[in-house]
């Protein structure tokens, strides 16, 4: 079932939107950083020895599975308010809403105040239109 929203609900969650989008860009970036790190770690361990009866790989291994838990709670909670994540990098989020008696997506991107603009729900980013001031 698909949460609707009116244009004042889902600018009541811009604060938390911000805010969760931040940690999970945050939280995506330690996320690459420590991929990469664990690729040098193999191919260093693929020329060398690693210590007997030690897994060199098990702290990053750990680190990057509680990044990606703490990435996916995330996730779940827009999912659980009704919320659309779209795209991570660039802030992207939909909030379904009925304007003028049809299902519409209230469109938000990261560094805008609040959301002026919608879409239908096939059009995409590319298909926003400003929405009326009244």
């Excluded at 105040?113 to 298909?127: L, S």
Aim: proline share 4%; net charge negative.
């Amino acid at each position: 079932m698909t949460t609707l929203f009116t244009l004042a609900e889902a600018n009541a969650l811009i604060p938390f939107v911000k805010l969760e989008i931040e940690t999970l860009q945050g939280i995506k970036q330690k996320y690459r950083e420590k991929n990469d790190e664990l690729q040098l770690l193999k191919a260093y361990f693929r020329k060398h020895q690693p210590p007997a009866g030690r897994d060199p790989f098990f702290t990053l291994e750990c680190e990057m599975d509680f990044l990606q838990m703490e990435g996916n709670t995330i996730l779940k909670s827009f999912e659980l308010k009704g919320a659309q994540l779209k795209d991570i990098d660039s802030g992207l989020v939909d909030f379904p809403a009925i304007l003028n008696g049809h299902e519409v997506l209230l469109c938000w991107k990261q560094g805008e105040d609040c959301i002026t603009h919608y879409h239908g729900r096939d059009d995409g980013f590319a298909g926003r239109k400003k929405l009326a001031e009244d």
